[in-house]
């Protein structure tokens, strides 16, 4: 376990590392790009997942918002779970097309 794990005094502060990622997504208007952001918690969650990826921009914008994340018990794991998800649905917002 790493050092800053032990400053949680209570699991109600659900203390996290961040961790950020950047990635573009390739739609026929141009390619968006998202920042995706992942918590790492000092202590496992009620689901014992230690990871939670969430993109900076929703996807399906007009029809119904999708914000993609991920959780999962490694890092690796929580970002592909987000980067799958920003995959699911188009990028519909402003700057798109």
């Known amino acids: 376990m790493q050092e800053w794990t032990f400053a949680q005094r ?4 659900e203390l996290a590392q961040l961790h950020f990622f950047s990635m573009k997504k390739a739609q ?25 990826a969430q993109a900076d ?3 399906n914008q007009k029809t119904l918002p999708y914000t993609p994340c991920g959780w999962g018990d490694t ?8 980067m799958q998800a920003i995959h699911r649905f188009p990028y519909e917002g402003l700057d798109a097309g």
């Open 75 to 82: 890092l690796l794991k929580a970002l592909s779970e987000c």
């Open 28 to 52: 026929p208007g141009g390619d968006i790009e998202f920042v995706i952001t992942v918590k790492e918690y000092a202590r496992p969650n009620a689901q014992s997942m230690l990871f939670f």
């Open 57 to 59: 921009k929703q996807t």
């Open 10 to 13: 209570q699991p109600s502060e």
